[in-house]
């Protein structure tokens, strides 16, 4: 059960990081970047398409493509809200290929992929969100930018405790956490903590998760909004030891704050309840509630263990098999995103090294060409030379042969001088 509690935690900080941190990292004006926070404050909201579609048609007119990225920025949270992951899609992809002629603009891109990748996470996409987190890594590994390695291993992270590997998803939030602070966004960390925390309790680490825990609480006072994730945190953390007293303490605490609604969803409050309510021995209202989750792996998971509870060990065994067979389609699907990964970058490094092979055939052939052409004019030089000679060498011969004094008949001279 708390296994499957702390799963459904982890991908509701997408709304939480949404509104929490919105810098200017594309250098839009400013009040173009104040119509965009407006908007972001809010991300599911109806309203932010018709901003979006000012800001992008301006963008436009102006040939300005921070106005047209931010709003498409704007519009894709609000067609994932709407299940309309094609152009969902369709958004994201045009904000890379515009933003990837800027460098300046590039941490915006890696926060849109970083948003993208969470939602694709949650509508079960981890293939493809694993493939653009690879291709995050690489290129900020390629441009030096710590940013986009952030938030590359913190997905990583979070489709590794969405498969349950838990040790694996600390080593890429601790990796997240390293990068975020040498990006400067510490303001990252205590969600990166929370996320540590979470993954410790699921691994029955407790120790390791109150210290993560407690290194979250730290932040508060600077993002109060932190306080609902670190006080679930704390309520499961006790839940998972059997501590009922401080359990039914933290989930007072939660239910009585105001943030609580707004920053949680619907599924989050209903596990939590189950949680309470079969901690008051109050089975039968556990189960009710139980029966409200969204996803049949929900229900069954919370179920199997308060059947249990009342020694209805038939009814416990049927959804513990019913979970079971969740479990095999899942595995069956991980196979399938791990297949669909590894062919995807196999096919990437297959054209990658027909790339290389391409421009190495390419700088040969210009090798060549350049050697025959230096071969061609260096020989007609030689020749040239040896023509110029042997022109040179007759002009010499016939100008020797001008230059010679005629020769005089023989015995002209010698007679009359005796006479």
Not at 136 to 147: D, F, H, T, Y
Not at 226 to 243: D, H, P, S, W
Not at 378 to 404: P, T
């Amino acid at each position: 059960m708390i296994r499957r509690i702390l799963a459904t935690l982890l991908l509701t900080l997408i709304a939480l990081g949404a509104g929490a941190q919105i810098v200017n990292r594309i250098g839009a004006d400013k009040k173009t970047f104040q119509r965009y926070a407006s908007g972001r404050m809010q991300p599911y909201e109806e309203s932010n398409l018709v901003l979006a579609d000012s800001l992008y048609k301006a963008g436009v007119e102006e040939s300005n493509y921070r106005k047209r990225c931010l709003a498409l920025t704007l519009e894709f949270p609000v067609r994932y809200a709407r299940g309309e992951y094609d152009r969902m899609d369709e958004c994201v992809a045009e904000i890379k290929e515009s933003l990837m002629k800027h460098e300046e603009a590039r941490d915006h891109m890696y926060s849109v992929i970083d948003e993208y990748c969470r939602y694709l996470i949650h509508i079960g996409r981890a293939s493809d969100a694993m493939l653009e987190a690879r291709a995050m890594q690489r290129l900020s590994g390629e441009e030096n930018n710590p940013l986009g390695a952030m938030y590359a291993y913190r997905i990583m992270g979070l489709i590794q405790s969405e498969r349950t590997n838990s040790h694996l998803a600390i080593e890429y939030f601790g990796k997240a956490a390293q990068y975020s602070k040498e990006a400067s966004v510490e303001q990252e960390l205590p969600n990166l903590y929370i996320l540590i925390a979470q993954e410790y309790i699921r691994s029955g680490e407790y120790p390791s998760a109150l210290d993560y825990c407690n290194r979250a609480r730290e932040y508060v006072s600077f993002f109060p909004a932190l306080a609902i994730k670190v006080e679930m945190t704390m309520a499961y953390y006790y839940y998972a030891q059997g501590r009922t007293d401080d359990f039914m303490a933290s989930y007072e605490k939660l239910v009585n704050h105001p943030l609580y609604k707004v920053q949680t969803e619907k599924d989050e409050r209903l596990e939590m309840d189950v949680a309470y309510l079969r901690s008051k021995v109050l089975f039968a209202e556990a189960l009710t509630k139980a029966d409200s989750l969204s996803t049949s792996r929900a229900r069954h998971n919370l179920k199997h263990p308060i059947y249990a509870d009342l020694q209805d060990f038939r009814s416990a065994y049927s959804e513990l098999g019913l979970l079971m067979g969740d479990k095999d389609s899942i595995y069956i699907k991980v196979q399938n995103e791990d297949i669909a990964i590894l062919d995807a970058e196999m096919n990437n490094a297959e054209l990658r090294a027909a790339a290389e092979r391409l421009r190495y055939r390419n700088q040969q052939t210009i090798l060549y060409g350049f050697l025959l052409m230096f071969a061609i004019a260096f020989s007609a030089i030689l020749l040239s030379q040896w023509q110029l000679r042997q022109n040179l060498d007759e002009m010499r011969r016939k100008n020797s042969q001008n230059l010679r004094p005629p020769r005089l008949p023989e015995g002209d001279g010698s007679q009359g001088g005796r006479e």
